[in-house]
Each structure stands twice: as C-alpha cells, then as structure tokens.
C-alpha cells in the first residue's frame, strides 16, 4: 500500500509526458491520468484513515541519505482534495479551448497536478523545495496560457513564484547548518532540542519561510499579484490555481511552522499571521464587492478565503508540546480541524466557482456583470452552481464550509480568543453579500432583447456543479473527513 505514495508522483507524470508526445490525444490522456489518479489518491486516504500514516523508503535508501515519502491524514486529505478537483477539471477542460488554453494545457497541468502530489508526500525540505518549483513554473506557464493580456500577470507570478522559492530555500540551508538533516521529521526533532544560544538562527530560519511561503500563498499584504494572475488565466486553469495551488504553498508552511520549528513557533508570531488574516478576509472581501466583473470578483474572493486559513496559527500554535493543558490541546485541535477543513471546503467552492464563472462568460462572450442579466433562467445550473459554492465560502449550514468556522469558533471560544468571532461573523457576511450581488445581476431582466447563448457543453456545467453539491454534501456527512485530518496531526486534543 506504501507504494501507492510513489505512484501518485510518478503517475500524472508520466501522463504529463506523453501529453506533450501525443498533443492531438492530450484529452484522453488527461482524462485516463486523473481516474486513476483518483483512485490511487481515494485508496491511500482510505489506507491512512484505517491504519495511520504511511511511509515509504524510495529505493529502500532512507533519510538521510535516501529520500523518504510520508503521508498522514493532511496529506491524505489534500492528495484526495487535488484528485476530486483535478478530475472536475479535466472533464471541464475538455469542453472548450478557450476554458483551457489546449494543447499545451494538457501536459502543463499534469505536471503541476504531479508536483502537487510531491509536495504532499515529500519527506524532507529539499524535494519539497524542488516540488514547489515544479508547481510554480507549470502554474506560470499555465496563466500564460489565457494569450496576450495574460503575459504581464504571469510575468509578475514568476517573479513571485521565484522571490517566495528562495527565501524558502534559505531557509532550508539554515536549517541544514542548524540541526544537519533536511528529513521533516529528524530535523524537528533536533530544533526542539537546540539550545538557547542558537535560538536566533532558528527564529531567522523560520522567519524567511514563513515570508516566502506566505508571498506564494498571497497572504495579505503580499496578494496584488493573484487576483490579476487568476482572472487573466483560463477558466479551468483559474478553478486549479485558486483551488489547488495556493493550497500547496500553505501545507508547506503548516509543516514547517508545527513540525520543523514547533519549539520556535512563538504565540506572537501566530498571532500576527492571524491579524493578517484577517486583514486579508475584509481587504479581499471589500474589493471583490467593487469589481465590474465576475472573474476578478471570484479572485479577490481567494485574498479573502485565504485569510481564515491562517486562524490555524494563532489557535492551534499554543497547543504545541507536552507542556500544553488540556484546554489549549483541545482548542488547538479544534481549530487545526477547522482551518484545514475550510480549506478543503474552499478547494471544492472555489473551483465549482470558477467554472461556473468560466461557463457564464463563454456563452454570454463577456464576464461583466451587466452583460449577464438573464442568465438565472438561460444558464440555471452555472447560476446555481455559483450560489451554492457562495454558501460554502459564506459558512451557511449545512455546507462545508460552515463545519469548518464552526470548528474555528469552538476553537476561539476554548482558547478564550473571543477576538476572532467577529473576523468569522464579518467575513460570511461580506461573501454573501458579494455572492448575492452575482446573484442580483443574473436574475435582473435584461435591458434590450437578448442575444443568442454561445454553445457550451453540458459536461462544463455538471463538473462545476458536482464540486458545488460536494462541497455542501460533505457538510451533512463530515466527522470522517475531520477524522482523517486528525490522523497523525502534531496537535493533540482530538477525540
């Protein structure tokens, strides 16, 4: 079963090449790439669930001389994320050439879908480093992909890309000169036992790969390059980047903050990152209400979705450790199953939000919201679709989305930090408002007599909403899911 963790590197990989061989047969091979990806992804987190986290020497060469490949419930519960969007996508992407930017689309985004993958299992710092760039460059390659008005924006996501790498990489070699392995878990386990003389390198290492990783992730206010970036990209690349690939950026850096440097990892350092989340949740918010069009709408959205994520830090930080009580372990445990599921709920919203967004603008040839009245009742599922991934992001029962700021919530209230129930309160507000503002311009009759819809596909349509009712089925039925991210979570506090 181990095996599996090689394989779900290897496999989009190796469909990645003979995309590129076989240009005129890209779709099938991305379609047959993603179901089986899919399924290698859905038995390795069944495998975790029921037994633990897996391990897997490559070669039998272990750390530190060999390479380590490891998942536990995060990384089962993100490969299996990566796999369900990256299936909708395909099947999206197959729909149209202006959704995917084809041919090139096909081998461009299954290597990303591969380094993904890598950087969910990689062992140490270094390959997850080299996974990184793999995702970054594909990702660049991929906005560029929306013609010429997406050049600039995919420039400045290069320069970004590049920046956010090697301030991480510096912080691997000091790490290395610190505690002389890359290996994740040994090199935390050496840092937790440094001693106070060398704290101040520790805290430098940890203070640049927070800051690069943060720049990718587009924390605020290190964001002005994503939503320009976002909207210039095709549809199904935009569903990728805002679903899947900030996504990546962060793991790294919950794996860094609660495993590498859990000794280091200051309640002050957290709590900023908090205050800038939720800087970010409003900011993003505030400026998706004022956008003319509905893809930089559902891309500041993403500045203002990635907000709540960094709630994990200040809530989850001070339950570290074996000195921690029993009531900062469980709030800590609350609020890492809180912000991770939000962020699986947010992979599945936001995707489902972008096709559909993707799929209003083909038939109506335009994404400005005036351009779009009818289309409730000419596009009823993409309207839909776009309504129900709203809710999710708003928090609104049953969806995803609401278990997860409720578990944010129950996190805040254990750990007596009342001051984040009003980033949660305000933030759903501002996602419905924004959401009901689409919303408003498709039901609102139309001026002059409409012009005839673009064909699209209805395959484009159902793949969007099959993420959207995911996104709100999974809320009825979510104690597994939280399950799995508590499988091997560095915070104690669980059931």
């Keep these: ?62 750390a530190p001389l060999g390479i380590d490949l490891r998942a536990d419930g995060l990384s089962a519960a993100m490969l299996a994320l990566t796999a369900v969007v990256g299936v909708a996508t395909t099947v999206y992407a197959t729909g149209s050439d202006a959704a995917s930017g084809r041919p090139l689309f096909w081998p461009l985004w299954l290597a990303l879908w591969s380094g993904l993958n890598a950087v969910y299992v990689s062992g140490d710092l270094f390959n997850t480093y080299v996974a990184l760039e793999l995702v970054g460059l594909s990702a660049v390659a991929l906005v560029a992909l929306g013609g010429r008005d997406a050049y600039p924006p995919a420039l400045r996501y290069l320069f970004v890309a590049v920046l956010g790498s090697l301030a991480y990489l510096l ?36 203070a640049v790969m927070a800051l690069g990783l943060a720049l990718k992730t587009a ?55 908090g ?44 339950g570290l450790g074996e000195a921690a009580g029993t009531t900062a372990a469980q709030a800590a445990y609350a609020g890492w199953t809180g912000a991770l599921g939000l962020a699986l709920a947010h992979g599945l919203a936001k995707a489902a939000m972008f096709m559909a967004a993707g799929t209003l603008a083909l038939a109506h040839g335009s994404d400005r919201l005036t351009d779009l009245r009818g289309a409730a009742t000419r596009m009823p ?76 596909p209805r395959r484009m349509e159902w793949a969007a909403l099959s993420m959207a009712a995911l996104a709100v089925m999974l809320g009825v039925s979510s104690s597994g899911l939280l399950g799995l991210l508590g499988v091997g979570a560095p915070v104690g506090g669980g059931p």
Excluded: C
Excluded at 38 to 47: E, Q, R
Excluded at 401 to 427: D, E, M, R, T, Y
């Design 1 to 62: 079963m181990n095996d599996t963790l090689g394989a779900l590197v290897l496999l989009p990989l190796g469909g990645a090449v003979l995309a590129a061989l076989l240009p005129r047969h890209g779709p099938w091979v991305g379609i047959v790439t993603a179901a089986a990806t899919l399924a290698l992804a859905l038995t390795t987190a069944a495998a975790v669930y029921r037994s633990g986290p897996r391990h897997l020497e490559l070669a039998g060469w272990g």
């Design 171 to 206: 912080g691997v070699a000091l790490v290395y000169a610190e505690a002389g392995t890359l290996d994740i878990v040994e090199a935390g386990e050496r840092l937790d036992g440094a001693t106070t003389a060398v704290t101040a390198l520790t805290a430098t290492a940890l």
């Design 219 to 273: 924390l605020f206010p290190l964001h002005a390059w994503l939503p320009q970036a976002h909207a210039a990209a095709p549809s199904a690349v935009s569903a990728i980047l805002s679903a899947l690939v900030v996504k990546a950026s962060l793991f790294v850096l919950v794996r860094v903050w609660f495993v590498v440097f859990g000794g280091a990892a200051t309640p002050g350092a957290a709590q900023l990152l």
């Design 275 to 318: 205050i800038l989340g939720t800087v970010a949740v409003v900011w993003g918010a505030v400026l998706a209400l004022r956008q003319p069009r509905l893809k930089p709408i559902v891309a500041y959205s993403t500045v203002a979705q990635v907000g709540y994520l960094f709630l994990l830090f200040p809530l989850a930080t001070p």
């Design 381 to 456: 599922m993409s309207t839909l679709t776009f309504g129900l991934a709203g809710a999710s992001l708003a928090g609104l029962p049953p969806t995803f989305g609401f278990v997860g700021k409720w578990q944010l919530l129950q996190a805040s209230l254990i750990s007596g930090q009342w001051w984040w129930l009003p980033v949660l309160l305000v933030g759903g507000l501002l996602t419905a408002a924004y959401t009901v503002r689409v919303l408003g311009a498709t039901v609102n009759p139309p001026d002059a007599e409409l012009a005839p819809l673009a064909p699209v």
